[in-house]
Nanobody, 116 residues
Framework: QVQLVESGGGLVQPGGSLRLSCAVS????????MSWYRQAPGKDRELVAT????????NYADSVKGRFTISRDNAKNTVYLQMNSLSPDDTAVYYC?????????WGQGTQVTVSS
């Protein structure tokens, strides 16, 4: 059974930081490109960041460049999203997404709320 389990969300004040984790099981993690998406209330789901299967290449949405960092540990089957300088506009449910040539999977999401 394939599972993508996010953790690390919560309530944080503007300017603060959070680190999201996504633990993956049931697939060969090192063959999957991994991404983080987010969906704010009333908005479409948007791509936040992507990291290739080897970790050698990353891409970010313009809105998070310079503030968020995606990384992975293939030995731990885990992908991370370090989020710094958070603002209320970053409030959303954050989803982990894994993709290969033939399959793709979503996590259940973790809520991030940025508020004073």
């Amino acid at each position: 059974q394939v599972q993508l389990v996010e953790s690390g969300g919560g309530l944080v004040q503007p300017g603060g930081s959070l680190r999201l984790s996504c633990a993956v099981s049931g697939v060969t993690f090192s063959t999957y490109d991994m991404s983080w998406y987010r969906q704010a209330p009333g908005k479409d789901r948007e791509l936040v960041a992507t990291i290739t299967s080897t970790g050698r290449s990353t891409n970010y949405a313009d809105s998070v460049k310079g503030r968020f960092t995606i990384s992975r540990d293939n030995a731990k089957n885990t992908v991370y999203l370090q989020m710094n300088s958070l603002s209320p506009d970053d409030t959303a449910v954050y989803y982990c997404y894994g993709s290969s040539f033939t399959r793709n999977y979503w996590g259940q999401g973790t809520q991030v709320t940025v508020s004073s």
